[in-house]
C-alpha cells in the first residue's frame, strides 16, 4: 500500500469521526489496524538534569503511527549507541484516530468511469494520533550538556518525517545541595 505524504495531513482540520447509522451493524468501525507504534518508554528511568520536549507547532494536526515509529526507532537508535542507559525517551501521543480511503479509479479515462459517493465512509487504512498546538509528540531526558547537542542534531534530521512544524522546548534542573 502506497502512503500519502505527510504533508497531506497537516493542512486538514480534522475531526475524530465515527459513522452513524440507523442500523445498528453499520454503526462502527468493523476493522481496526494493527498497532505499527510497539513502544512508549525506552532508557532508563531516573533524575535527568536536561530535559528536552518536542511540541506540535500548528494549529490542528494528525501525526500517523508508522510516521512516528520511523521516529521512535532513528531517534532511539541514535541515543542507544551514544549514551546507553543514560537517557529517558517517551513517545506521548497514542494513534487512537482511525485514517479511512475512498478509493477512487485513476489512469486514463477515469473521470468518465467511476462517479463515486459523495463523503463516502471508506475503508480504514491506518492509526494516527491527533495533535493541538503546543501538545508534546516526544519527551527526552539526558544527563550531559553532549547529549542535549545530540538530540537536537537527531531531531532536526528526523523532522522531514513529521508533518507540520515542530518546536524544541529545553530546560535544565539545578541540582539542589543538602
Known amino acids: 500500500m502506497a502512503l500519502r505524504k505527510a504533508s497531506s495531513y497537516s493542512l486538514k482540520i ?29 532508557g532508563t528511568r531516573g ?18 503511527d508508522n510516521a512516528l515509529e520511523a521516529c521512535r526507532q532513528y531517534i532511539h537508535k541514535i541515543l542507544d549507541t551514544s549514551f546507553p542507559g543514560q537517557y529517558l525517551f517517551r513517545v506521548v501521543p497514542v494513534p487512537h484516530h482511525i485514517q479511512r480511503e475512498n478509493k477512487m479509479l485513476t489512469g486514463a479515462g477515469a473521470d468518465r468511469m467511476q462517479t463515486g459517493m459523495q463523503l463516502s ?21 539526558v544527563m550531559t550538556p553532549n547529549a542535549v547537542q545530540l538530540v537536537r ?3 532536526h534530521q528526523v523532522k522531514a518525517k513529521l508533518p507540520g512544524k515542530i518546536k524544541i522546548l529545553y530546560h535544565e534542573i539545578k541540582a539542589v545541595k543538602a
Open 153 to 155: 542534531k537527531t531531531i
Open 14 to 42: 480534522v475531526v475524530p469521526y465515527t459513522r452513524v447509522s440507523k442500523k445498528k451493524n453499520r454503526a462502527y468501525i468493523k476493522t481496526v489496524p494493527p498497532k505499527k507504534l510497539v513502544k512508549f518508554t525506552m
Open 121 to 141: 465512509f471508506g475503508k480504514t487504512v491506518g492509526r494516527a494520533a491527533i495533535l493541538r498546538e503546543g501538545e508534546e509528540i516526544f519527551h527526552i531526558e
Open 47 to 64: 533524575n535527568y538534569p536536561h530535559i528536552m520536549s518536542i511540541v506540535s507547532d500548528n494549529k490542528r494536526i494528525q501525526i500517523r
